[in-house]
């Protein structure tokens, strides 16, 4: 049982690029985050589904979008790179009233 | 290795010892706590939760007080071993938020042979 999967798990992008982070669970959960985690900040909740097809805003949304089109996948994107987005990147995934469970993260820095 | 740990409260204690982490959450209307683990250059990993019905949960070495009147969460570890070394981060889940968790910052254990 894989659990909650996230790739790539190191990204170096140049200001101004883009890219697309994959998270996929196999464990038929409804409801899946992104969060981002800096030193000393804990984890901040980017965007969250509870759902294939819905989406909604966290604590930290801009400069980032998301789709959830399966309701194994969800989708991280950055459109336009920036230094501030130097982070690292956990996918979680739950049914409600149950604990998340996290991906190993995807470690991105941006020049 | 994981930058994670930078700036935040250490607990140092010596292997065998009880190791005790508090977590003094921010909303009265959380219903659910969550501790979870995190060794470097992983996720956090699930070890125990309770909910606002109850003051204490015990797992394998693990028990979670929760003090309702104060607002505080403690995750207690018996025996404490080298492999508990890592974070530890507290979550609440306010009622209604679509299982939203809000984290606290993390505490680091370090546990001396």
């Known amino acids: 049982n894989a659990g909650v999967t996230q790739t790539p798990k190191f990204r170096v992008l140049k200001t101004g690029q883009s890219m697309t982070l994959l998270c996929a669970q196999d464990m038929n959960h409804e409801y899946m985050y992104w969060y981002r985690q800096d030193p000393g900040m804990g984890l901040r909740l980017i965007h969250y589904?509870?759902?294939?097809?819905?989406?909604a805003k966290g604590e930290v949304p801009d400069g980032y979008n998301v789709s959830r089109l399966k309701k194994q996948n969800f989708l991280l994107g950055l459109e336009s790179a920036a230094p501030s987005q130097t982070s690292v990147y956990f996918c979680?995934?739950?049914?409600?009233?149950?604990?998340?469970?996290f991906g190993d993260g995807t470690r991105l820095s941006i020049l | 290795g994981e930058s994670v740990g930078l700036h935040l409260p250490t607990l140092s204690v010596q292997e065998g010892d009880n190791s005790i982490i508090n977590c003094a959450y921010s909303?009265?209307?959380?219903?659910?706590f969550i501790w979870y683990k995190q060794e470097s250059g992983k996720g956090p990993q699930f070890i125990i939760d309770i909910r606002s019905n109850m003051d204490k949960r015990q797992g394998q070495r693990v028990t979670v007080l929760l003090n309702k009147t104060v607002k505080h969460l403690s995750l207690q570890i018996a025996a404490t071993q080298p492999g508990d070394s890592a974070v530890y981060f507290c979550a609440e889940n306010i009622k209604g938020s679509q299982g939203n968790l809000i984290f606290g910052k993390g505490t680091k254990l370090s546990v001396k042979p």
């Open positions: 589904s509870v759902g294939e097809g819905t989406t």
């Open positions: 979680a995934s739950t049914r409600l009233s149950e604990p998340q469970h």
């Open positions: 909303n009265s209307a959380s219903d659910y």
